[in-house]
């Protein structure tokens, strides 16, 4: 009786686990099934795919630009205190301009010693150390001018008080939302028109829009700034705002 308890016990065992590795083998057949399934279905149908491209011109309504001022000097106190005269005139005279002290800022302070060579008796002594000469301050502000039509005389003025740089000038567009949407609405008006065209040479009838993609690559909206700039006069010019779009239409049933 022994030894057939235990053949009939060790039957049942290997009964047992040959269900459970039918249920694993079930269980994996039924997810690859699943996944398979996934990936063959079919993608959403779209008849007409087109891109459409739209731009829109604005003039900028405000503008930026550096305006600095060098001095050089025997010591640093006196190369400070030069600077410091110039560029509180200059500040003054943007201030009296329209330029209110928020849009003001300075961007950089530097003070940096001059050197000039040593003279000795023998020209092409290498061991010779340069001879400090003096110092450079430097006092660079970025201001923002909110009266394009303004620039020119600004900016005679300030060199006027003693600015030594002027640079860095660009003209701005403070709402760039608000000409972008055009700019978008302008391209899938594009997209449409030429969907419209490939859906009549086809002889079927356009359906409604299944998807949009905006481009975000190379050709993503830009901000091309049309700057001419001159001494004085300064034109501000336009800025054109692109938009490149990829629409898929269906084809009407």
């Excluded at 065992?13 to 690859?32: E, F, G, N, Y």
């Excluded at 949407?181 to 065209?197: F, G, L, P, S, Y």
């Excluded at 356009?206 to 700057?227: M, Q």
Aim: proline share 4%.
């Amino acid at each position: 009786m022994n030894g057939i308890q235990f053949v009939s016990t060790g039957a049942h065992r290997l009964a047992r686990h040959a269900a459970r590795v039918l249920a694993v083998v079930t269980t994996l057949l039924s997810l690859c099934g699943g996944a398979y399934a996934q990936q063959s279905q079919p993608a959403p149908e779209v008849g007409i795919v087109v891109t459409g491209e739209g731009s829109v011109n604005v003039p900028p309504d405000y503008a930026q630009i550096r305006i600095g001022v060098t001095t050089r000097a025997k010591t640093v106190k006196e190369a400070i205190n030069n600077n410091s005269k110039l560029m509180v005139a200059i500040v003054a005279v943007l201030k009296d301009a329209g330029v209110t002290e928020n849009d003001i800022q300075t961007e950089r302070f530097s003070m940096q010693p001059n050197y000039t060579p040593a003279t000795t008796l023998r020209s092409q002594d290498s061991r010779a150390e340069p001879k400090l000469s003096g110092f450079n301050v430097s006092n660079y502000v970025n201001v923002t001018i909110r009266e394009i039509g303004n620039i020119g005389e600004l900016l005679d003025r300030a060199i006027a008080a003693g600015a030594t740089d002027i640079g860095n000038l660009s003209f701005l567009i403070s709402d760039v939302s608000k000409a972008l949407d055009q700019a978008r609405e302008a391209a899938i008006a594009d997209a449409r028109r030429k969907a419209e065209v490939y859906a009549k040479a086809s002889a079927v009838r356009l359906g409604r829009v299944e998807w949009i993609t905006e481009d975000t690559g190379s050709e993503a909206p830009v901000l091309a700034n049309k700057l001419r700039e001159a001494r004085v006069p300064i034109a501000s010019g336009e800025d054109t705002m692109r938009v490149r779009v990829t629409v898929g239409f269906q084809i009407a049933r």
